[in-house]
């Protein structure tokens, strides 16, 4: 089927910590990959994506990278600021569109000075 | 100016009523889409518009009408309104290839 698996949280790190959150997913074929975030109390943000394997996306200093060999799409950040606390979602899309997401759970992520 | 707006932002009814959110996108996008985050913020689409055609709908019941004047513009209407509908309804659009942008969402409480 078409999934979307992440860790569940919530995650609270230490501000300047380093920031993983696993995301893996499944699909018959090869779907564009996003991580999308959401800070309280406002709507979605595309805060990433890549579209075939082996692409990098990036963007304030979190990176993801798509491999095809694991299905995965972990995001990454190398030292995390108390305003990237929000809550982090992977998402697919299938159907040809990119606007056709397939969502994980969510991850909250606290950052705590 | 606000690419995907959402109107109204907050929105607290009785059940039973007949209830619309606006969604309206100055971006030129060509599809528009419908999401449903409930309590658990788990986030499920529920309809896909293309040129003002229903390209996706998803397992929702049919009190759930959307309505595509043009194509900058998806309504939703719901009908008979019931306490699991109350959620966050969040409007999107997309053009070609390029990825979603999303409203600011409208919480939506049945009482």
């Known amino acids: 089927g078409n999934s979307v698996t992440q860790m569940e949280g919530p995650v609270t790190l230490s501000e300047e910590a380093f920031l993983t959150i696993n995301c893996t997913y499944t699909a018959t074929g090869y779907p564009s990959l996003f991580w999308y975030v959401q800070y309280p109390g406002e709507g979605l943000q595309l805060l990433l994506k890549?579209?075939?394997?082996?692409d990098k996306g990036s963007n304030k200093g979190f990176e993801a990278t798509y491999r095809k060999e694991t299905t995965s799409f972990h995001l990454e950040k190398g030292s995390v600021q108390v305003s990237d606390s929000a809550v982090y979602f992977c998402?697919?899309?299938?159907?040809?569109?990119?606007?056709?997401?397939?969502f994980g759970k969510g991850t909250k992520l606290s950052v705590k000075p | 100016d606000t690419a995907v707006s959402q109107t109204p932002k907050y929105l607290v009814t009785q059940m039973g009523n007949d209830k619309s959110i606006k969604c309206e996108q100055n971006l030129g996008h060509d599809t528009m889409y419908w999401y449903k985050q409930d309590s658990k913020k788990f986030l499920k689409i529920m309809f896909s518009y293309n040129n003002k055609e229903l390209i996706i709908n998803e397992t929702v019941p049919n009190r759930f009408s959307p309505k595509s004047p043009d194509k900058a513009h998806l309504n939703l209407h719901i009908n008979s309104l019931e306490l699991g509908d109350s959620a966050v309804y969040f409007c999107?659009?997309?053009?070609?290839?390029?990825?979603?942008?999303f409203g600011q969402g409208t919480r939506l409480t049945v009482v």
């Open positions: 890549a579209t075939k394997a082996d």
């Open positions: 998402a697919r899309n299938y159907g040809g569109s990119q606007g056709n997401l397939i």
């Open positions: 999107a659009s997309s053009r070609g290839q390029s990825e979603a942008f």
